[in-house]
């Protein structure tokens, strides 16, 4: 079995265990049991949206995957209870330490850009959305985007209807280091973004809604090569609804934020096979 070559699945997994190792403990808590590690809950959690499962099923198929098992130091199977309870344990700011880490490999160049888009919620149960008066039935997600490697560099998700002007500001805030240049649709049009922008060295390119001819000349001059990479964003989400499902299976809406980012954190590490040469299948 070692003379077989490695699967991408199991390159995968061995790039997960590694961004794993680095963003968190070994394990939760010195009460912990030591019988699975904080860090094989990461990678069988990620392994589950990878593989768009259920924690049965995945369970399930651990079973029959040696290399798999190996690769993660697993001498025993985990009951699909227990990966629930980890996934209820690990908060939203160990994810995104993950995803920060996860971009550790990518040779990011700052040009970046921002743009929202819907994850279905139809998993969700009814009952609960009556009962917390939700009508709305998508998740809003925006994701700023490094459009030279398609990389998520963050992600913001809200059930409300909030307008982007918004939301961009804090996706500025927690990114301006890693932004040189911001680029987005007449969506993002705002003054008071602009500004936040340029008071962080960040160079905005958005276009501007045209109530007059100043802001038809306006955008006329923007930079076409630069602005058009804008069009990335709406790459990866289309790639990250492809392959890991246009939909949360969670019911509670914290669960779905932390799926959310789940999704970029393993699209994130497919970036980064790609990229290396390990793998040629995300785009």
Not at 204 to 232: C, G, Q, V
Request: glycine letters at 2%.
């Amino acid at each position: 079995m070692d003379s077989l070559p490695k699967s991408r699945l199991l390159r995968f997994v061995e790039r997960a265990m590694v961004v794993a190792r680095r963003a968190v403990a070994r394990f939760s808590t010195r009460y912990s049991r030591k019988r699975f590690t904080l860090r094989q809950h990461v990678v069988l959690l990620c392994l589950k949206v990878k593989k768009t499962t259920t924690y049965r099923d995945l369970v399930d198929e651990l079973i029959e995957m040696p290399r798999i098992r190996d690769a993660l130091d697993l001498d025993s199977i985990p009951a699909p209870s227990t990966l629930c309870k980890a996934f209820d344990r690990l908060e939203m700011a160990v994810w995104r330490v993950l995803l920060n880490v996860s971009l550790s490999n990518l040779p990011l160049n700052g040009v970046t850009g921002i743009d929202a888009s819907g994850f279905e919620r139809a998993h969700a149960s009814s009952h609960y959305t009556k009962r917390t008066n939700l009508t709305i039935q998508q998740l809003k997600t925006t994701l700023l985007v490094d459009t030279a490697t398609n990389a998520v560099l963050d992600i913001h998700v809200t059930t409300t209807r909030k307008h982007d002007t918004q939301i961009a500001p804090q996706v500025v805030k927690r990114n301006a280091q890693s932004i040189s240049i911001l680029t987005g649709d007449k969506g993002y049009d705002d003054q008071k973004l602009r500004r936040l922008a340029r008071d962080h060295n960040i160079r905005p390119l958005i276009k501007h809604r045209e109530f007059t001819t100043l802001h038809k000349a306006w955008n006329a001059r923007l930079d076409s090569d630069l602005y058009h990479r804008r069009n990335m964003n709406e790459t990866v989400n289309a790639v990250i609804k492809q392959k890991f499902g246009a939909f949360v299976r969670s019911r509670r809406w914290w669960k779905q934020f932390r799926e959310l980012v789940i999704k970029c954190v393993v699209y994130n590490l497919e970036r980064s096979l790609a990229i290396s040469g390990e793998e040629s299948e995300c785009p």
